[in-house]
């Protein structure tokens, strides 16, 4: 199909994407087909938009550029802003007269649909894969369940945390006074689910430019998460001893650490895997002691008296710029780089100039500098070039141009709730 998209110029810029997903995983997913060309359309529930816009009245204030929730906070929400650049905005209610049937029409039309509901709730929409591939058999549905479409979690709900505990992440992760399993963070497990639906759904592409036809598509989320863990489980399937938790430390590499450095909060880590970087570690911090110390001459050593080495390293780093330590670090070969925190990677000139961070406004959100993705193509580099759409922002546009509705038309679809161009804000109890 050819649904060219006018504004990138990528590899995806002759397909067309129905975006029915919510938080970051699905939007992340659909995100990347945007950043590579393709023309994504946001589809949204008047009484269900994507739960990144935030509370339809407003939630908490960090979320909001100035900390200003302004007229309409579902459009000023960052999180949403951050994940659903380069698409376009239909809200649709598929359960209102008429709404399946314009759903049906966008899927005739399009290449992709992307959803990351929990299994079934496509095809009790009547809009699964079989439905849809009556109206067009070159469709390709991306579903992303949490816990996979069969077995006893499959109808469990999924977030970052849930999934990363569940896919025995967690359990690696910890200290070595405490039992308790640590997360990485809020949700970990989401780029890594929508980075795989993405590559899925390029794969399908290639499969479909062979054999003509579309597929179904699943990709469980925690499966997706669990091969950054492979080796681990199969060290323990071999009969292997457990990974130690003890925090940062690993055996075999000491230091390998986050030590402290001039300033509040401030952190630079460091690494020494091997003679070579243990010698030069030792050189640059001043310590010619602990190199030519005998005990200290193995990584079986090293990791047994860590407390010393760390000391150490930490008395070094505590006098100096983070930046500079890891500066210094790396010219002699020893890895080290600085803790960033958000106001670091938002000013970095390295991550501007590589087009990783770019400036762009958003009619009610300002301008403000928003991350890319890691990849760049040469000849067809694709991008960022619009924000996120605003709630209903392209009802007409989608409606009159792609379906070639007349305004009479699109009109009764408003009579009706099939369409809409605010979110029902429901009241509270």
């Not at 970052?160 to 690696?172: H, I, N, P, V, Y």
Request: charge should be negative.
């Amino acid at each position: 199909m050819n649904h060219t998209n006018t504004t990138l110029t990528g590899p995806l810029s002759d397909i067309r994407v129905l975006d029915m997903t919510t938080a970051w995983a699905g939007p992340m997913a659909s995100r990347s087909l945007a950043w590579l060309g393709a023309d994504v359309i946001k589809i949204e529930a008047p009484g269900r938009p994507d739960g990144w816009r935030g509370f339809l009245t407003g939630g908490a204030a960090h979320h909001y550029p100035d900390l200003e929730h302004g007229a309409r906070p579902y459009n000023r929400d960052l999180l949403f802003n951050t994940q659903n650049h380069d698409k376009r905005s239909l809200v649709l209610d598929l359960k209102a007269p008429h709404g399946r049937d314009v759903f049906l029409e966008l899927a005739a039309l399009s290449d992709i649909v992307v959803a990351n509901f929990t299994p079934g709730v496509l095809d009790r929409l009547r809009i699964g894969y079989d439905d849809l591939a009556e109206v067009n058999d070159q469709i390709i549905v991306v579903e992303m369940p949490a816990f996979g479409s069969t077995g006893p979690m499959a109808s469990h709900f999924g977030m970052g945390k849930t999934m990363e505990a569940a896919c025995g992440m967690a359990d690696l992760m910890g200290y070595g006074d405490d039992d308790r399993p640590v997360l990485t963070g809020p949700a970990i497990l989401d780029p890594i689910g929508g980075l795989n639906a993405a590559n899925a759904a390029v794969a399908a592409l290639e499969l479909r430019a062979e054999t003509g036809i579309g597929c179904h598509i699943e990709v469980a989320q925690t499966e997706a998460a669990a091969h950054w863990i492979g080796e681990l489980f199969l060290n323990e399937l071999g009969g292997g001893a457990p990974q130690i938790k003890d925090g940062n430390r690993i055996p075999g590499v000491t230091p390998h650490e986050a030590f402290p450095a001039l300033g509040d909060d401030q952190w630079v880590v460091v690494a020494a895997r091997d003679e070579q970087e243990w010698q030069s570690l030792c050189e640059v911090i001043g310590r010619p002691d602990l190199a030519a110390d005998s005990e200290l001459a193995n990584p079986d050593g090293r990791y047994r008296r860590k407390d010393d080495v760390e000391s150490a390293v930490a008395e070094w780093t505590a006098q100096r710029d983070k930046r500079a330590a890891a500066t210094l670090l790396q010219a002699a070969g020893v890895p080290a780089a600085p803790v960033c925190d958000g106001a670091d990677v938002a000013g970095d000139p390295g991550l501007v100039a590589s087009g990783m961070l770019q400036e762009i406004t958003h009619p009610e959100a300002g301008t403000h500098i928003y991350p890319g993705l890691a990849y760049r193509l040469d000849r067809t580099p694709g991008g960022m070039s619009r924000p996120a759409p605003l709630f209903a922002e392209h009802n007409e546009e989608i409606l009159s141009e792609m379906l070639s509705k007349s305004e009479e038309q699109i009109a009764a679809l408003a009579a009706t709730a099939t369409i809409s161009d605010t979110p029902v804000i429901k009241p509270t109890k």
